[in-house]
């Protein structure tokens, strides 16, 4: 009987043995399953999402494709003040125009033209460049710096008529002023090297050429 208890008691101790050793051996591997270690794949994970050097370098490499010259920078300075010219003598159809197509044209050059004074203001304030000062209603003569312009005297001479003769004034010297404005945009077309500038050089050339045709036609010339 002493002999059998002996015994039992020495199986019990090898079994509590044997579980013991297996848990000892899972804790001792840092390992999961397979061998393979999970410090490794996430460090192979994170090189492959780092970003190229060249990449970037490209992408800066193309957003700097579109250089500019000394042409547009004149073009720029020189069509800002003759628009702002042009917007002066349309806004003072609305009160003195006698035709509504007169009035319609005004309005028309008004609209158009502003937003172009103020994306040719954005590059030269991107090239670093002053952007000119205003001069409209100053009563500073301009007719010798830029085709086109008018004159200190023309401008007051407008300022004064009505009716049908601001109609006839208005519609001889726009005529006078598109041409002047279609000349520059040729130059700039040519010469130019910016994208944009060169683009609304194009826009300038085609839309003030219809409208001199159109006034033209108003004026009754053919």
Known sequence: ??????????????????????????????????????????????????????????????????????????????????????????????????????????????????????????????????VPADMSGMGHDMSSSMPGMMSAGDMEELKKASGDDFDKKFLAMMVKHHEGAVAMGRTEKSDGKYGPATRLAADVVTAQTAEIEQMNKMLGKS
């Open 1 to 130: 009987m002493t002999a059998h208890r002996t015994f039992v008691r020495r199986a019990a101790f090898a079994a509590t043995a044997g579980v013991a050793a297996l848990v000892l051996a899972a804790c001792g591997s840092d390992k999961p399953a397979g061998g393979h270690d999970m410090g490794a794949k996430e460090s192979g994970s994170a090189a492959a999402a780092s970003p190229q050097g060249g990449d970037h370098t490209e992408a800066e490499g193309r957003n700097n494709a579109d250089g500019h010259n000394n042409a547009d920078v004149s073009f720029a300075k020189e069509m800002i003040q003759h628009h702002r010219q042009a917007v002066e003598m349309a806004g003072l159809a609305e009160g003195r125009a006698a035709s509504k197509d007169v009035k319609s044209l005004a309005a028309r050059i008004e609209g158009a033209q502003d937003p172009e004074i103020e994306n040719m203001s954005g590059w030269l304030t991107a090239w670093g460049e002053e």
